[in-house]
């Protein structure tokens, strides 16, 4: 079956990196567009970063163009979210997402991670 498992939340304060990474399975990694989005409490889901199969495009979120940086590795079925200059705002969990698009909500998402950005 499909299974994304997502790790590498933690708390960290503001200016700081994380680097998250979501392992896929039971699916063909090459043949879905992977995604990142995030939620906090109250608010709908929000599409953060979107790459395409080949890995070769790649879209963002306006509030983090120039600081989150999306990549995938087929060789480890795994997409991975580099994450710097963290600002509080940032602080929600984390899911990542597997589909057809990159311009359209997955199919398929994981558990999530929760990442806290916070003095």
């Known amino acids: 079956q499909v299974q994304l498992v997502e790790s590498g939340g933690d708390l960290v304060q503001p200016g700081g990196s994380l680097r998250l990474s979501c392992a896929a399975s039971g699916f063909t990694f090459s043949n879905y567009a992977m995604s990142w989005y995030r939620q906090t409490p109250g608010k709908e889901r929000e599409l953060v970063a979107a790459v395409s199969r080949t890995g070769g495009n790649t879209n963002y979120v306006d509030s983090v163009k120039g600081r989150f940086t999306i990549s995938r590795d087929k060789s480890k079925n795994t997409v991975y979210l580099q994450m710097n200059n963290l600002k509080p705002e940032d602080t929600a969990v984390y899911y990542c997402?597997?589909?057809?698009?990159?311009?359209?909500?997955?199919?398929?998402w994981g558990q999530g991670t929760q990442v806290t950005v916070s003095s």
């Open positions: 997402g597997a589909g057809d698009s990159r311009y359209r909500p997955p199919g398929y």
